[in-house]
């Protein structure tokens, strides 16, 4: 593929609805990574996969979130029980290897917004 | 502490200057280091990466590091109007950590 792509591009839900927000990698990239950018600030950090497993799940902000990768390469992020706050970009990037000084690629993004 | 911390701005710099952007960092075992460039509404875009102490130099673009002081900084010589976006700061001691970016205007 020619980059990493993310489906949907925009979703509207309603505050208690769980969403699921797709990435699909770069082909051959076995690292993945999900982060959240509120309005107007940084990149939060999700969590990070290395081919299936989730080396790195710190950045979870609270249970209601969850994510996977099957095949080592379309990864899921679910959002149960949404919340107001939950509302951002949520950017997925992937690198060719998650050692070394491998360059993330970036996704254009789902903008959620919970009303 | 935040692991990785840039100035927020907003840096405004007229066309033709320098525009220095700098970014420090908490982990002393990072070993790589890039700028990413985010234009409004858009996903952020590498722009140069570092891993020796040291300058290197692409284009208008010269990435600085400074191992010691845990310092990388990013200079953009004769700056321009599309120059202007949020310039991120990542630093790569395993996983990526980004700063919150330093947004940049440069005035025509």
């Known amino acids: 593929g020619a980059g990493v792509s993310q489906s949907p591009s925009n979703k509207v839900t309603e505050k208690g609805k769980d969403v699921e927000l797709r990435c699909d990698p770069i082909?051959?990239?076995?690292?993945l990574y999900w982060y959240r950018q509120s309005l107007g600030q940084g990149l939060e950090f999700l969590i990070y996969?290395?081919?299936?497993?989730?080396?790195?799940k710190s950045g979870l902000p609270s249970d209601r979130f969850s994510a996977e990768r099957t095949g080592g390469s379309v990864s899921t992020l679910t959002i149960q029980r949404t919340q107001q706050e939950d509302s951002a970009v949520y950017l997925c990037?992937?690198?060719?290897?998650?050692?070394?000084?491998?360059?993330?690629?970036f996704g254009p993004g789902t903008r959620l917004l919970v009303l | 502490q935040k692991e990785v911390e840039q100035n927020s701005g907003p840096l405004s710099v007229p066309e033709g200057a320098i525009a220095s952007l700098n970014c420090t960092y908490s982990d002393r075992g990072s070993q790589s280091f890039f700028w990413y460039r985010q234009y409004s509404g858009k996903s952020p875009e590498l722009i140069m990466s570092i891993y020796s102490n040291g300058d290197k130099e692409d284009g208008r673009f010269t990435a600085q590091l400074n191992k010691a002081s845990q310092y990388v900084s990013l200079l953009i010589r004769d700056s321009q109007p599309s120059d202007s976006a949020t310039y991120l700061c990542a630093v790569r001691p395993g996983d990526m950590r980004f700063g919150a970016g330093t947004r940049l205007t440069v005035k025509p």
């Open positions: 996969f290395q081919g299936n497993s989730a080396p790195d």
């Open positions: 990037a992937s690198s060719l290897d998650g050692g070394g000084p491998q360059t993330q690629y």
């Open positions: 082909s051959g990239h076995t690292a």
